[in-house]
């Protein structure tokens, strides 16, 4: 279980990123987090990691407080970030120093295998696309079998025809050992294709706003109507996150007090 209570983030300057934010995802469930420009998604993502320090509240994995990066949570970043002296093989296999060989070899072939870059193991990072480069990057972060898995637009850069077959692997990947997932995201389509929740945000200060249930079963169908409903309902709560009602004036009240 990740369970984030009352975490806040203000910076030395005092801009306040983040208030108040408390957010439970049980174990196997997958959480799009989706919100305008400057509501805190990625710096949500970083307490979340270890990778910064929160100024009040806590974040546990099964219980365990995380203030600093954890051996049961991996992140995928918006760029692939591999180690270009090592071949795509040794990248997958970055994170499982300590396990035998054999037990090495058979999940590093496997995630590759699941990623679709199974003859693509003795090659070096830069000889690969953009895409493929992901691919190990996701393969990497699958294989050490963390408890929670943090994924911050990881596929941004991509075009829609390789980032919707990087949908399919990654929940490929997902079904075989089902860590929770966090995934911050822009793309409304893509938090409805994986998510099971979608969590909306407020910016200024970032806050959660809105909850939308994807009750749709896998895979999902990008032109069924229900999965066209789910849409329209994420897009109409994140329309609300960036345009809150304006309250009306109400003239009774004004002349109760006084206001000339």
Known sequence: MLTVDALSKTYADGTQALSGIGLSVAPGEIVALIGGSGCGKTTLLRLIAGLDRASDGTVTVDGETVREPHPRIGVVFQEPRLLPWLSVADNVGF???????????????????????????????????????????????????????????????????????????????????????????????????????????????????????????????????RYEEAVRRVMAALDRSLHPPVARRDPAAEVRAGWW
């Open 95 to 225: 994170g499982l120093a300590g396990l035998a060989r054999s037990e090495y070899r058979a999940r590093v072939g496997r995630a590759l295998e699941r990623v679709g870059l199974a003859e693509h193991g003795g090659r070096w990072p830069r000889e690969l696309s953009g895409g493929q480069q992901q691919r190990v990057a996701i393969a990497r972060a699958f294989v050490p079998q963390p408890r929670v898995l943090l994924l911050d637009e990881p596929f941004s850069a991509l075009d829609a025809f390789t980032r919707r077959g990087l949908h399919a692997q990654l929940l490929d990947l997902w079904a075989e050992s089902k860590p929770t997932i966090l995934i911050v995201t822009h793309d409304v389509g893509e938090a409805v294709t994986l998510a099971d929740r979608v969590v909306v945000m407020r910016p200024r200060p970032g806050r959660l706003d809105e909850t939308v249930a994807i009750r749709l079963p896998r895979p999902r169908d990008p032109v069924s109507a």
